[in-house]
């Protein structure tokens, strides 16, 4: 076991919040890239979006000096300043950025600011426009800036001056998928995060959140799924999720990989069409009247369960998962159709 030391960062303490209404944009899993960087000679510029939080190793170096966990340019000796080109995996709506410093204390940037493109290709120097104006930056913590209107964009250049450090880039914001392009005909996952599903309301996420389940590809591990801590008292825990787009469930698949001896012992899913986003306070009471539209099903440890016995319902926009009493999913998919 290694000897090495390490201290975690602080988390965003609206983080909760934010991940209740939005998806971080910049994360890799959804094909976000830091493409170009003007300097990333002490920290590569991929590490600003890695999904896990910012760490501080007291006594890792390598050959060009301390590591620190995010991207790091080196001191400026001449005019200008730093930049770093982020292309997202998707495109999508923002609403809200934290440039975080984590252990950046005499090396973080004195300002920031960022553009925005929309282009499908690489943006010219006129597609750019100004998404967050240049503003004074803390170090050692977190810098959120929340936008009057979310904005769509592709693409980001985050601006540094002179030079310095950022250890991550956070986009919060919401997946706008063309569902024109989407024949009537084609069966979808509704719920992929790809396609604009979101978690939005859940009773309990100890150890990782619902939005985890929406995820492409097959959970790596086990952090990378929706698990909740042991329930110590009567009842069962729940999460709400919102579809891309409304339409009818033909099929689901429930993976409950890396969960053994944690995985829930049955699930239900009701469904319903909502014309407005739910009120927060009201969206566990409401949610439990919504009509079952898969019963009471067993399931099994580190396995996937295909379900094909939908209950017949018409176009639903959100879905309640039960899972009783408590434990991990590590994905789930609701294939289907969109509504007409």
């Not at 120097?125 to 769509?152: C, I, M, Q, S, T």
């Not at 150890?207 to 929706?226: C, E, I, K, Q, T």
């Not at 639903?316 to 039960?322: M, T």
Request: with cysteine.
């Amino acid at each position: 076991m290694s000897s090495e030391r390490f201290i975690p960062s602080v988390p965003l303490a609206e983080e909760p919040d934010l991940l209740r209404a939005f998806v971080d944009l910049a994360h890799p899993r959804l094909g976000t890239e830091v493409t170009h960087a003007s300097d990333d000679f002490f920290a590569d510029k991929s590490r600003m979006i890695a999904p896990e939080p910012p760490v501080f190793y007291p006594d890792r170096f390598d050959d060009h000096g301390k590591w620190m966990d995010g991207w790091e340019s080196r001191r400026k000796r001449e005019p200008g300043h730093d930049w770093a080109i982020v292309k997202l995996g998707q495109r999508g709506r923002i609403a809200a950025i934290d440039i975080d410093t984590s252990f950046f204390t005499g090396n973080y940037p004195p300002e920031a600011m960022i553009e925005a493109a929309d282009t499908v290709g690489e943006p010219k120097d006129g597609d750019w426009y100004p998404l967050v104006p240049k503003r004074a930056l803390d170090g050692n913590g977190h810098n959120l800036v929340r936008l009057p209107e979310p904005v769509p964009a592709r693409w980001l250049k985050l601006h540094i001056f002179p030079d310095g450090g950022v250890a991550r880039l956070r986009v919060y914001g919401r997946i706008e998928k063309d569902w024109s392009e989407v024949g009537a005909d084609e069966t979808v996952d509704l719920a992929a995060l790809v396609n604009g599903g979101a978690a939005i309301a859940w009773n309990d996420a100890h150890y990782g959140s619902p939005a985890n389940m929406l995820a492409p590809g097959r959970a790596p591990v086990m952090a990378d799924g929706w698990e909740t801590a042991r329930r110590r008292r009567p009842g069962n825990d729940w999460c709400v999720l919102k579809l891309g787009t409304p339409g009818t469930i033909e099929r689901i698949l429930v993976d409950t990989r890396h969960f053994k001896g944690n995985y829930p012992d049955r699930l239900t899913l009701r469904g319903a069409k909502l014309s407005e986003h739910p009120v927060e306070s009201e969206i566990e009471a409401l949610s439990s009247l919504w009509p079952e539209i898969v019963t009471s099903t067993k399931l099994e440890a580190d396995a996937e369960l295909e379900i094909a016995d939908i209950v017949p319902h018409g176009a639903i926009s959100h879905v309640r998962l039960d899972i009783f009493p408590d434990g991990g999913i590590s994905r789930l998919r609701l294939y289907g159709r969109k509504a007409s």
